[in-house]
């Protein structure tokens, strides 16, 4: 008995969160507010489609589901196959376009 | 025959999906709405509160995708969906919160269904101002289309007549139609386009089945010049079974006539010559005052032929409003697309393209042409709604195709600024069968929200959208000194159109071309013409078919 009056009490998920929100989720509730992050949106989807990167993942798609067949792949299937190769293609220029878009806005944010 | 294009076809429904609409009908998607949020460029996500990020409400996870329950409103990532559908039992459904679009979470899948799809476009009508994104209607019906020029084919078999009572002196064994054109000093730009024109069928069918006939027309008018007429002349040379190369000199001379300004025997741009052609046999032919905007009613053979409709859809990037305008063409002038490299890793704009690894590609300029545009802060438009100077974005869009799309690529620069002209020599990869659907405007504006299942326009499904290549003009050279050759597809054979020689080639020479105008008809149209061919026995398969039949210059 008594070991567990000592015992710490079960961590609760949604308790840790309140504590702390990370560097990063105060980053992304700001864009969000502001309307930023829409924009960065838009703006991303128009580098990639500009650079062949949306129809690279197209082809990619394409291939898989002449391989697996129409009817036995699924969303979930298809993000898993293309995300390792999808994030690691992204080119330089685009990263740091966008890159330096949010560290003008944090600068602006944070005045 | 079935025009059912698959993609407009409704998929079949999960079971989960035909279980929540049996219990629910449409009352979860009448209440989505007011939780759905809407941009000016067409896409839609769903905010249930304005003030917070969506959070998985079982890791607490906010990257990736995020499905939003139907039933309970409860958010979940792709991970968790799964989970919270096994513990909540009937919690099946939910939507895509950055793209409104249905999935389930039994079978982790997407899902489509009409009825939803129309909620949340609906929810873009209500939010924005009149026209929005250039949608007329949620659904229409589709117009009713007038066939056009399919009575012609008719006509065909009436000059089959004529022609088996040609000339049988032909020593070579090549399907009729084949007859070298004479250079007349620089006229390659035209023999070449008039190569393309003889196999184009609406046309061919129309002159050979002596539609326009040259003593009616000499009696008609008094105007001795008559373009038509002339042509009518070369394609009876042509189809005549003579095979000695033919010089087109009256009809050169007749062009002249008819376009001052470019009468001379300097080297001219095939596709301005074609251009002027057709303007030539609809001044000609056509309804003498027809200010129809819509070329649909000309009754000249070059608008049956060539003429469909573009749709030009300008959007205002702060409140979504959308003015569409519709443009007859004869033709479309594509950029080359030059930003794909497949094999070897993307192409960085920003960096100087390595012209080796750039594989440029029909299907991409088709592309590019029907991109949405950003137009540069200098080329801001006027907004009808907010009644000042705004951003915009310019999308294009094929709303009716024509019976024989004619293809340009602008490989000639021209720079007003440096007052230079330079050829684009890129190698361009083109099909020999092309599918026009993902061009179409109904496409182009269904897919402005996300992936709908959902026609909005007029369906065009009952023109045909697929199409057969039947002529390539190829430029090769320089811009000032160059040369025209014209590749024709007849009964699936491919020949080389040189000026006066005319040799059969294998469809690899073809496929490595530098195409400037390319001439695909549509389906029905390119086999038809196949068959009616039938007047003389093909060439022997296999070797000899490599002969030519003209040289003597």
Same mark, same amino acid.
């Given at each position: 008995m008594r070991?567990?009056?000592?015992?710490?009490?079960?961590?609760?998920?949604?308790?840790?969160?309140?504590?702390?929100?990370?560097?990063?989720?105060?980053?992304?509730?700001? %864009? /969000? &507010?502001? @309307?930023? $992050?829409?924009?960065?949106?838009? !703006?991303? *989807?128009?580098? %990639? /489609? &500009?650079? @062949?990167? $949306?129809?690279?993942?197209?082809? !990619?798609? *394409?291939?898989?589901?002449?391989?697996? @067949?129409?009817?036995?792949?699924?969303?979930?299937?298809?993000?898993?196959?293309?995300?390792?190769? @999808?994030?690691?293609?992204?080119?330089?220029?685009?990263?740091?376009?966008?890159?330096?878009?949010?560290?003008?806005?944090?600068?602006?944010?944070?005045? | 025959m079935s025009k059912q294009n698959p993609s407009y076809t409704n998929p079949k429904p999960c079971k989960h999906l035909a279980d929540y609409k049996l219990r629910h009908g449409l009352n979860g998607f009448k209440t989505l709405q007011n939780c759905l949020k809407t941009t000016p460029y067409g896409r839609t996500s769903v905010s249930k509160h304005k003030s917070e990020t969506p959070r998985c409400s079982?890791?607490?996870?906010?990257?990736?995708?995020?499905?939003?329950?139907?039933?309970?409103?409860?958010?979940?990532?792709?991970?968790?969906?799964?989970?919270?559908?096994?513990?909540?039992?009937?919690?099946?459904?939910?939507?895509?919160?950055?793209?409104?679009?249905?999935?389930?979470?039994?079978?982790?899948?997407?899902?489509?269904?009409?009825?939803?799809?129309?909620?949340?476009?609906?929810?873009?009508?209500?939010?924005?101002?009149?026209?929005?994104?250039?949608?007329?209607?949620?659904?229409?019906?589709?117009?009713?289309?007038?066939?056009?020029?399919?009575?012609?084919?008719?006509?065909?078999?009436?000059?089959?007549?004529?022609?088996?009572?040609?000339?049988?002196?032909?020593?070579?064994?090549?399907?009729?139609?084949?007859?070298?054109?004479?250079?007349?000093?620089?006229?390659?730009?035209?023999?070449s386009v008039l190569q393309a024109l003889f196999h184009a069928p609406p046309l061919r069918n129309y002159f050979l089945s002596d539609r326009h006939n040259r003593q009616s027309c000499r009696r008609r008018s008094s105007d001795r010049l008559c373009l038509p007429c002339d042509i009518d002349v070369i394609f009876s040379a042509v189809f005549s079974g003579d095979r000695t190369p033919y010089s087109p000199a009256r009809f050169l001379y007749s062009w002249w006539q008819h376009s001052e300004n470019l009468a001379s025997y300097e080297q001219q741009d095939a596709h301005e010559f074609f251009i002027s052609m057709l303007d030539q046999i609809h001044v000609k032919e056509g309804k003498s005052g027809n200010q129809d905007k819509d070329n649909r009613d000309c009754q000249c053979i070059a608008h049956k032929a060539f003429s469909g409709l573009l749709r030009s859809d300008v959007t205002c990037t702060t409140c979504g409003f959308t003015s569409t305008t519709y443009d007859p063409c004869v033709d479309i002038s594509l950029n080359l697309d030059m930003s794909f490299c497949p094999s070897t890793g993307m192409t960085n704009r920003t960096t100087k393209p390595n012209e080796n690894a750039i594989i440029s590609t029909l299907l991409g300029c088709l592309d590019l042409f029907t991109r949405p545009e950003k137009l540069g802060p200098d080329q801001k438009l006027y907004c009808q709604n907010c009644q000042e100077r705004r951003n915009s974005l310019k999308q294009m869009s094929i709303r009716r195709l024509p019976i024989v799309l004619c293809l340009h690529i602008k490989r000639f620069e021209h720079s007003t600024i440096r007052k230079m002209s330079r050829k684009i020599d890129q190698y361009l990869q083109f099909p020999f069968s092309l599918?026009?659907?993902?061009?179409?405007?109904?496409?182009?504006?269904?897919?402005?929200?996300?992936?709908?299942?959902?026609?909005?326009?007029?369906?065009?499904?009952?023109?045909?959208?697929?199409?057969?290549?039947?002529?390539?003009?190829?430029?090769?050279?320089?811009?000032?000194?160059?040369?025209?050759?014209?590749?024709?597809?007849?009964?699936?054979?491919?020949?080389?159109?040189?000026?006066?020689?005319?040799?059969?080639?294998?469809?690899g020479v073809v496929r490595a071309s530098q195409c400037y105008l390319m001439y695909y008809v549509q389906k029905g149209f390119y086999y038809k013409a196949s068959e009616d061919l039938s007047c003389l026995p093909m060439s022997p398969p296999g070797g000899e078919s490599y002969l030519p039949i003209a040289g003597c210059c």
């Open positions: 070991p567990s009056v000592n015992r710490p009490p079960t961590p609760d998920a949604r308790l840790d969160r309140e504590k702390e929100p990370s560097v990063l989720e105060i980053i992304n509730i700001k %864009l /969000i &507010e502001s @309307g930023e $992050k829409e924009r960065l949106m838009e !703006l991303l *989807r128009e580098r %990639l /489609i &500009e650079c @062949g990167w $949306k129809d690279e993942m197209k082809a !990619l798609c *394409r291939a898989f589901v002449k391989k697996k @067949g129409r009817n036995n792949v699924t969303v979930d299937d298809l993000v898993h196959v293309i995300m390792p190769k @999808g994030r690691a293609s992204i080119p330089d220029s685009v990263k740091a376009e966008l890159l330096q878009r949010i560290r003008t806005f944090l600068v602006s944010a944070a005045v | 079982l890791c607490f996870g906010y990257q990736g995708r995020l499905y939003f329950c139907l039933i309970c409103s409860s958010i979940t990532c792709s991970s968790h969906a799964n989970e919270h559908s096994q513990s909540h039992h009937g919690h099946e459904i939910a939507v895509d919160v950055e793209r409104a679009e249905l999935y389930c979470c039994v079978c982790r899948d997407q899902v489509y269904d009409p009825d939803f799809d129309r909620a949340v476009v609906s929810k873009h009508f209500m939010d924005m101002p009149s026209n929005v994104n250039g949608v007329e209607g949620v659904v229409e019906e589709s117009n009713k289309r007038r066939r056009l020029g399919l009575g012609l084919e008719l006509e065909w078999k009436r000059s089959k007549r004529l022609i088996s009572m040609a000339d049988r002196r032909a020593k070579s064994i090549f399907p009729l139609g084949l007859r070298g054109l004479n250079n007349l000093g620089n006229t390659c730009f035209m023999n599918d026009m659907t993902p061009y179409l405007s109904s496409s182009i504006v269904r897919n402005r929200f996300g992936n709908r299942i959902f026609t909005f326009e007029g369906d065009e499904s009952e023109t045909c959208t697929e199409f057969e290549v039947f002529a390539v003009v190829t430029h090769s050279g320089m811009l000032e000194s160059g040369h025209y050759v014209t590749y024709v597809r007849v009964r699936n054979r491919w020949y080389k159109c040189d000026d006066a020689w005319i040799t059969e080639v294998d469809e």
